[in-house]
């Protein structure tokens, strides 16, 4: 069973690397490669050339899966934070939880 402080230090830790994270692939951007991606795709001649067009819409699902990675990660975090809430508030025992909540939180940013 982790100590609070370990919780605690875990949190911080993922949430300061998902920060470096978006900073690192400028998320902004990144979502605005993904609207000009998919605007290519509305133009009827998209489709005329399927080399261009495979090509851009690997970069769409790139994008995309990238995307959604960090969402997930951020929304695992969320997820142990209110779990430590509670946790510290003796609501319920979540430890186990939140212990399943970091080992999966680490893999996610570990592999992305």
Known sequence: MLENYEINKAIEDFSLRVDELEHAIDIDNLKEKLKEKEELMNNPSFWNDQNTSSKVL????????NLD????????IEELELYFEMHKSKEADLGEEIENLIKLVKECIEND
Do not use: G, M, V
């Open 69 to 76: 990675s960090l969402k997930t990660i951020k929304e695992h």
């Open 58 to 65: 690997k970069e769409i699902k790139s994008i995309k899966d």
